[in-house]
């Protein structure tokens, strides 16, 4: 079966494609150039090339971006929604995030439905736990009946411009199933913050995804003085459980319609920190002081993951590994 996956050359998305490919799909990727289109495919073995091609979509905010893509792809049977602008460096919240995010997803499915309506039986979209999580009124216990809101007014300050990105993005692609009836189905993969080994064809880490800069940052030795602040996010998933939730959100058929919180357990980067430690003693001098304080809340709220194990039967990696695997990764590309 035939999967088309957006954002090919991103971190979670490098994750997708290793997991669908040896579940024997053949992947279409979009990528923004050819030259990243090339590294991918020559990051797996020669035997399983002839089950990965590309399509260039420079950028999916454009009208019509995903158009030739899907036409050149008419027996598409999955479509994974993967690219979405995700980095800390805001110069302009429309152009270059709440555009790319809506707009991309829009036009993804306008153009499925114009191009490739009579294979696709699904339309897999790669939310986020910001559609959920309430950061200024937190719920006692999230699950996937919660909704997270945001302004315009919000979106465009720059401030919540992310987490409008992810909100809009998502609803917008629940209004065009209302709106549309197309003969596909949504479901939406909604991550807590994701970390885990970088993508195979990363050589070095300074093109490294953004959420995975703190343990990259930490092995660096740019936090041995003091231990950065967290930040707003303590939940963490593992990459290959957010890519598992995707492969199985294309099988089970009971998915249909649905939204799932995905998210592995707590973490601060203190504990980060000290799990390398642990695991890797040669760090330990460019570690933050076994001393520093851990900025974890006394009091977070819960985490209810229950759907994500009954419907689409992930087992959630801990921290520990997780942090194992991704220093492991990182060290040869150092
Ligand atoms: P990456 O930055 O690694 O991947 C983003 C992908 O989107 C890249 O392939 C990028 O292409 C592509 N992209 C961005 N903007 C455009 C554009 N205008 N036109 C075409 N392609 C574009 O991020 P992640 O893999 O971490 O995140 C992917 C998705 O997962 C995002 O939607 C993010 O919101 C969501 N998510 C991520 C979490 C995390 O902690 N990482 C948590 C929850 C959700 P290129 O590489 O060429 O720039």
């Not at 399983?48 to 091609?53: A, E, L």
């Not at 003969?183 to 959420?211: I, R």
Request: proline share 5%; net charge negative; hydrophobic share 40%.
């Amino acid at each position: 079966q035939l999967v088309f996956l957006t954002g090919g050359s991103g971190f979670i998305a490098s994750h997708i494609l290793e997991q669908l490919l040896f579940h024997g799909y053949k992947v279409v990727v979009s990528v923004r150039s050819a030259i990243k289109g090339d590294s991918i495919i020559s990051s797996y073995p020669e035997d399983i090339r002839k089950d990965i091609s590309y399509e260039v979509v420079e950028d999916i905010a454009q009208d019509g971006a995903f158009d030739e893509a899907i036409k050149s792809n008419p027996t598409i049977d999955f479509v994974i929604h993967t690219a979405s602008p995700y980095h800390n460096n805001i110069q302009d919240p429309v152009k270059e995030f709440l555009d790319p995010a809506i707009k991309g997803t829009i036009g993804i499915l306008h153009s499925i439905q114009k191009y490739a309506a009579a294979s696709v039986k699904r339309f897999v979209l790669l939310s986020s736990i910001s559609t959920i999580i309430n950061p200024f009124n937190h719920a006692d216990v999230y699950n996937e009946e919660v909704y997270g809101t945001t302004t315009w007014e919000e979106a465009i300050s720059g401030r919540l411009t992310y987490r409008a990105s992810k909100i809009y993005s998502e609803r917008a692609a629940f209004e065009f199933m209302a709106k549309e009836k197309p003969n596909f189905d949504l479901v939406t993969v909604n991550p807590s913050f994701v970390l885990g080994p970088p993508p195979k064809h990363l050589t070095s880490l300074e093109a490294l995804n953004t959420s995975n800069h703190r343990i990259r940052d930490l092995i660096l030795g740019k936090m041995q003085k003091e231990v950065a602040p967290t930040g707003p996010s303590h939940v963490f998933v593992d990459v290959r459980d957010v890519a598992t939730a995707h492969i199985r959100a294309i099988e089970k058929t009971e998915a249909s319609g649905q939204r799932f919180l995905i998210a592995g357990g707590y973490f601060s980067n203190k504990r980060i920190a000290e799990l390398i430690r642990e695991s890797f003693p040669q760090y330990n001098d460019v570690l933050p002081p076994v001393a520093s304080a851990d900025d974890f809340p006394d009091n977070i709220y819960g985490i209810d993951i229950s759907k994500s194990k009954t419907v689409l039967g992930i087992q959630y990696r801990d921290l520990k590994t997780c942090v194992q695997d991704t220093v492991e990764a990182m060290i040869p590309r150092m």
